[in-house]
């Protein structure tokens, strides 16, 4: 496989298993980790220590291991989680210990025949490019070392000494930490039913660890090791979700929390089966940390973001940041700024106080536990933010790239859509369209699949799956 197929997208390197995703090139992304961390650039905790996890695809422990045996060649010390876990828990293991690095085998919510690599920083965040462009550099530069036939502590001369790889429980700390950053005592005594639905990811039963001698009677789904989802990809979206729908309106559950593949987004439903989507999560978790916790800080959002934040963090008279997509993005801004809370469309959100990354897990618990403050089931929760700060419909479909030689910018052509007129543009990432109304159409290839996805967003359902109609429509003749 040619070094320029293997490219760190939006979040990691991700590729088809047997064709992409083979063994020989993990040993070679690993290799490139690896003469990156050797190199001439400081270490910000003395000698390097990388953690090592994977979560519950096809094959992922074994991805782990070969990754892990190329690193240790190199003599970098390495601990390898002795079980699949969530990224978040990867991430706050190498802030925690005060780690060099973390690599994260994982395809988070790509369908079951993707795996993938991700790279954490010694902060716990996302990877940036001046990360991830060095190691794609680095794929040329020497072959992955291969497992020694025999590991003896003389090393022969001139080589780096062999570093150790060490299989550590990495659940204890993490649950421990988000035990002492939730309001414990409110949630003990609270009586609410809760649905989790870890849609056969690494999300696991922490959130019921977390819980413990709390009375919220918990119960889960799809939480059993199924490589194959069920025939779905691991994405928190509605069309996803039928059999949790059902599964609501059956038990009478008064929440429903959806984690993704490795459990660093998340979704919810309320009441009767009525989707929260990551939109209004982000929001309710503003005024959740704003008004109750009277915690203060900026909030961050990406240019897909929905308006409802803008209004919201408009009235609290919070600062507004937006960044492309990619939670990298809001990773540096939370480690340069004072941020109380950034969020993405896809569901992944970060908190102040917390790593510079997202985590589903913590933001399912702030939804309890603001359940507890505001003493009201989830769904009047929700009445009561869109009644102040108004409803959006926001709607995104995926199409597989027909042409390969679509321009994004020709899209910028577009002067009027359904009657109203382009007011504004942005072109920093893809090409967002925005009317006179507010509403606004966009259009952006994805950074880990051959797709181009169409967003749009207004006041109307109706608009907003015209608005989708229209982009698709307009990706034929532009």
């Given at each position: ?123 716990g965040g996302a990877a940036g490019v001046e990360v991830t462009g060095e190691v794609e550099r680095l794929l040329a530069k020497s072959p992955s070392r291969q497992v020694s036939a025999k590991r003896s502590k ?156 803008d209004n919201i963090t408009r009235k609290l008279r919070l600062k507004l940041y937006e960044t492309p997509v990619g939670f990298k993005y809001i990773s540096n801004l939370m480690e340069e700024n004072d941020i ?116 749009a967003e207004s006041k109307s359902l109706k608009r907003s799956h015209r608005l989708i109609e229209f982009g698709k429509h307009a990706l034929h003749y532009i």
């Amino acid at each position: 496989m040619p070094d320029n197929k293997i490219k760190f997208g939006t979040d990691g390197w991700r590729g088809i298993i047997s064709e992409d995703f083979t063994f020989y090139n993990v040993r070679r992304v690993a290799q490139a980790i690896a003469d990156y961390y050797n190199g001439p650039r400081p270490t910000p905790h003395g000698p390097r220590k990388i953690a090592v996890g994977y979560d519950t695809r096809f094959l992922s422990d074994r991805y782990a291991e070969v990754l892990s045996e190329v690193l240790s060649e190199n003599g970098i010390e390495v601990i390898l989680s002795d079980s699949a876990i969530p990224t978040p828990m990867l991430s706050f293991a190498v802030r925690h210990k005060k780690l060099t690095s973390g690599v994260m085998i994982t395809a988070s919510h790509n369908p079951a025949a993707y795996n993938g690599i991700k790279i954490k920083t010694s902060s716990g965040g996302a990877a940036g490019v001046e990360v991830t462009g060095e190691v794609e550099r680095l794929l040329a530069k020497s072959p992955s070392r291969q497992v020694s036939a025999k590991r003896s502590k003389a090393s022969p001369k001139g080589t780096r000494p062999l570093g150790k790889i060490k299989k550590a429980d990495f659940t204890g700390d993490y649950i421990k930490f988000l035990r002492g950053y939730i309001d414990f005592g409110k949630l003990k005594n609270a009586k609410f039913k809760v649905l989790v639905d870890v849609m056969y990811g690494s999300g696991n039963d922490f959130i019921a660890r977390i819980l413990k001698g709390s009375q919220i009677r918990l119960e889960f789904m799809r939480s059993e090791r199924n490589p194959s989802f069920g025939g779905i990809r691991p994405e928190p979206i509605l069309e996803n979700l039928h059999p949790t729908v059902a599964r609501m309106k059956k038990d009478k559950f008064d929440l429903c929390l959806v984690l993704d593949g490795d459990a660093d987004r998340i979704a919810g439903l309320a009441g009767r089966g009525v989707f929260i989507s990551p939109q209004k999560i982000l929001g309710l978790l503003t005024l959740h940390l704003f008004q109750d916790r009277k915690m203060r800080g900026g909030v961050v959002k990406t240019i897909v973001g929905t308006n409802l934040i803008d209004n919201i963090t408009r009235k609290l008279r919070l600062k507004l940041y937006e960044t492309p997509v990619g939670f990298k993005y809001i990773s540096n801004l939370m480690e340069e700024n004072d941020i109380l809370v950034g969020g993405e469309e896809a569901g992944g959100m970060g908190f102040k106080g917390y790593i510079p990354e997202r985590d589903g897990t913590l933001a399912g618990l702030l939804l309890l536990e603001m359940m507890c403050h505001r003493r009201k089931p989830m769904i009047k929760i929700l009445e009561d933010m869109e009644m102040e700060f108004g409803r959006y419909y926001y709607l995104r479909e995926d199409l597989k790239i027909q042409n390969p030689k679509i321009k994004i910018q020709n899209f910028k052509k577009i002067k009027r859509i359904l009657g109203k007129d382009v007011v504004e543009i942005k072109d920093y990432d893809g090409i967002k369209l925005i009317s006179s109304d507010g509403s606004w159409l966009m259009f952006r290839a994805s950074g880990t699949e051959p797709i181009i996805r169409v967003y749009a967003e207004s006041k109307s359902l109706k608009r907003s799956h015209r608005l989708i109609e229209f982009g698709k429509h307009a990706l034929h003749y532009i």
